[in-house]
């Protein structure tokens, strides 16, 4: 999961904790200009060893790069930039957004540039935590807590009703399936509603969902209105006090301009509590696209990226809450029902630093 980002967030790391090591040995020589016939053929040797041992293992050795400084770095602008220019350019290929990696390289700018670094601090944890607040300020999205919503609404005797939106493709009905299972769990009743009437076995997919997870589900027949379908959905749920009302709709392309008049016509019509998108998160790019473009036609409170198990880039779970300023809530992370993530940035830093 995100393997080629955490490679190119762990490489910056040691690539700048090289700069300061080396930066540190320099004026350390500097200084005492005291070299002698026995200490310049055990400086040879020991290149010689930093470069059979090879660049990350040889920064890995915190320990004797805190002993080889012995004495406080200033870092400078001249000092990072090669490394952040090259970090900019390997985040773009890990498909983060550009205006994503912009804020990530300035972020790290400012934290960086005249920073003091000690002889008893280790340089990886200085550049690993610079990392981390730069990753926390682009995840630092206002969250949205279902759970508050749900519990809000039971008090006023009225169903919460969450709507979900998407192309075709991205596991939308699936994750739907997902959330009323967890849902379930937590001791919520729900009702589905089969508001995909266009694509042909949305309706059935969803029937057979509700079987294995227990659930009822609401529906016409196939060319029904969608809003209609949805209506009727958030009437039975308070007619029999079901907590919340999952309501599906047909994928579509956000260019699309009838179809998307028709999602804003559900959402006027249904005037859902949430509006979430669901996205796939190995199309990268395509989906910040995606999630922009339904976000200004009915404005989405939240997003759930799926198959992110399969993500081996990570650029769209870093990426797309900052793009459309809105949190994201879920992370599909299987095929399983019970394989929804709570979405969470110490879970993101962890999956990035540690997983």
Known sequence: ?????????????????????????????????????TVKKEDKKESKEKADIGFFDRFRITKTIKRALGKEVVLTEED???VLEELELELLEADVAYEVTEKLIQSLRDQLIGRKIGPKEDPEEVIREALKNAIKEVLSQKT?????????????GEPTVILFVGI????????????????????YSIVLAAGDTFRAGAIEQLEEHGK????????????????????????????RGIDVVLADTAGRQATNVNLMEEIRKVVRVTKPDLVIFVGDAL?????????????????????????????????????IAYAIGKPILFLGTGQRYEDLEEFSVEWMIDKLFNG
Not at 144 to 151: A, G, K, L, R, S
Not at 168 to 186: D, H, P, Q, S, V
């Open 1 to 37: 999961m995100f393997k080629s980002l955490k490679e190119k967030l762990n490489k910056a790391v040691s690539k700048l904790s090289e700069m300061i090591y080396l930066k540190g040995s320099k004026e350390e020589t500097e200084e005492s200009r005291i070299e002698d016939t």
């Open 212 to 239: 294995r997870i227990g659930v009822k589900v609401i529906k016409q027949q196939r060319g029904a209105d969608s809003a209609a379908v949805i209506y009727d959905a958030i009437e039975h749920a308070k007619a």
């Open 168 to 187: 075709n493709g991205t596991g939308k009905t699936t994750t739907i399936a997902k959330l009323a299972y967890l849902l379930k769990k937590k001791g």
């Open 283 to 319: 199309t990268g790019n395509d989906a910040i696209i995606q999630a922009e473009e339904f976000n200004k036609a009915v404005n989405i409170e939240g997003v759930i990226l799926t198959k992110v198990d399969a993500d081996a880039k990570g650029g769209a779970a870093l990426s």
């Open 144 to 156: 949205v807590d279902i759970y508050q919503i749900i519990e809000e609404k039971k008090k006023r």
């Open 80 to 82: 990072v930039e090669e």
